[in-house]
């Protein structure tokens, strides 16, 4: 079955500097999301891509879509205490709504 | 709130007894997601209902079935219950259809089970 992969599986920065999180489809997919979960929270929608080669930005949040739509990627520039949490991608297979999620990466930052 | 509800929040149960959870989705969602997320680990896909009928399952056991109700809500039934199963099990919603909508789905605040 679809698998979706997620590195590092746990990144721990200064408050300021960069993180960038990678996710890995083992199919091609219609559609990636993201997600945040905070800790003891649950998972909040961040944004959908869709096309090939696909770049959305929300303020510090750059997301990405791979050419083979098979691959994404999420940068934080400057990252805030605000932050930390744990990021999923979740991947979506045409035909299907049904979303496989990444093993989630964990940021933690220190301020 | 997201606008999903799930009861209880809590539930703490003995192995092999039975548990239902319960969802009420965001209004005007038609389909509902059951995930599941042990400690520290990813959200495994359990199941999907649309509108009333089951339209995707994943490694659901059998010992697991679920059900979506005439008004949209869903309940996921967990029997002979194993120290394994405990964990967080969340529900989500989203518009319907075969495409996911812009927003994405909309979780619940989950229902923590601890099998004892």
């Known amino acids: 079955g679809q698998q979706v992969m997620q590195i590092p599986q746990y990144q721990h920065v200064q408050e300021g500097e960069d993180f960038t999180t990678y996710c890995n489809s083992s199919?091609?997919?219609?559609?990636i999301q993201w997600y945040k979960q905070r800790p003891g929270g649950h998972p909040v929608f961040l944004i959908q891509?869709?096309?090939?080669?696909e770049v959305k930005k929300q303020k510090r949040l750059t997301f990405q879509f791979g050419e083979a739509k098979k691959n994404s990627s999420l940068h934080i520039t400057a990252t805030q205490t605000t932050d930390v949490g744990t990021y999923f991608c979740?991947?979506?297979?045409?035909?299907?709504?049904?979303?496989?999620f990444g093993t989630g990466t964990r940021l933690l930052v220190s301020p | 709130d997201s606008g999903v509800t799930q009861t209880p929040k809590h539930l703490i149960t003995a192995t092999g007894q039975r548990v239902t959870l319960r969802c009420s989705p965001r209004?005007?969602?038609?389909?509902v997601y059951w995930y599941q997320q042990s400690l520290d680990q990813g959200l495994q896909f359990l199941i999907q209902y649309y509108n009333g009928e089951e339209r995707a399952k994943g490694n659901i056991l059998e010992r697991f079935s679920a059900q979506q109700f005439p008004d949209l809500h869903s309940e996921l039934n967990l029997s002979s219950l194993e120290l394994g199963d405990s964990a967080l099990y969340f529900c989500?919603?989203?518009?319907?259809?075969?495409?996911?909508?812009?927003?994405?789905?909309?979780f619940g605040s989950g229902t923590r089970l601890t099998v004892v």
């Open positions: 979740a991947g979506g297979e045409t035909g299907f709504q049904k979303l496989v």
């Open positions: 891509l869709v096309k090939s080669g």
């Open positions: 209004s005007g969602d038609l389909s």
């Open positions: 199919t091609t997919l219609s559609n």
């Open positions: 989500a919603s989203s518009g319907g259809g075969n495409n996911p909508p812009g927003y994405g789905y909309t």
